[in-house]
């Protein structure tokens, strides 16, 4: 596709449940970052990759975050045992070298944890 | 750590004014700078950057200076219209391979008619 595409747009989860969530970068784009965007706040880096090597995984929150990309294509956030402050826009992005400054982002997935 | 400050809205104001935006910025070394805006129901799009001291980035009538001796990098526009109504990012990077972007909270501007 053109852009950056991140699946679902919308997901509901009950407390505890697992969710993954899916971002197929721009094709060819090396670098792929993952954010997290809570209501009324920019958005806060969680985990960088370049290729399929996780570089960077400073920001995930907590050991319930796991994310991969096997192929270094399509890319994966996972978490496990969801509770109600993982409630968040989560934004998926891809920059065509292994520098951070010309992101394209996907329009995101609303996550609400009940 | 680095991090980035903007002024907290909402902005509203009516077509055809005078929008500034403020952002201020703290880094150690020369970090490059840029605003993202985020139109309704669109993902994040890159406005304008400024990579070096004294650089002016433009773009859509918009325009930020990067100054490094008051650190900022504030976002003007002479006359705004109602299409501009978006939520706007100041943001940096330290310039590093695979250094991520760290955001301000975001500035929501509302243009009337």
């Known amino acids: 596709g053109a852009g950056v595409s991140q699946s679902p747009r919308y997901k509901v989860a009950k407390r505890g449940q697992d969710v993954a969530l899916r971002c197929d970068p721009i094709?060819?784009?090396?670098?792929l970052f993952w954010y997290q965007q809570a209501l009324g706040q920019g958005p806060e880096f969680l985990t960088y990759?370049?290729?399929?090597?996780?570089?960077?995984k400073s920001g995930l929150p907590s050991d319930r975050f796991f994310a991969e990309r096997p192929e270094g294509s399509v890319s994966t956030l996972k978490i496990q045992r969801t509770q109600q402050e993982d409630s968040a826009v989560y934004l998926c992005?891809?920059?065509?070298?292994?520098?951070?400054?010309?992101?394209?982002f996907g329009s995101g997935t609303q996550l609400s944890v009940l | 750590g680095d991090s980035v400050t903007q002024m907290e809205g909402p902005v509203t104001l009516s077509e055809e004014a005078f929008l500034t935006i403020n952002c201020t910025y703290t880094a150690t070394g020369y970090p490059s700078l840029f605003w993202y805006v985020q139109y309704p129901g669109e993902g994040l799009q890159l406005l304008l950057k400024a990579t070096k001291a004294d650089d002016k980035g433009s773009n859509k009538g918009f325009e930020a200076t990067y100054r490094k001796e008051t650190t900022s990098f504030h976002l003007e526009k002479g006359s705004v219209q109602v299409s501009d109504s978006a939520v706007y990012f100041c943001?940096?990077?330290?310039?590093?391979?695979?250094?991520?972007?760290?955001f301000g909270k975001g500035t929501t501007l509302s243009v009337s008619s």
């Open positions: 990759f370049q290729n399929e090597a996780q570089l960077d």
């Open positions: 992005a891809s920059s065509k070298g292994q520098g951070g400054e010309k992101l394209f």
């Open positions: 943001a940096l990077t330290p310039n590093q391979a695979g250094t991520a972007l760290i």
């Open positions: 094709s060819g784009h090396v670098s």
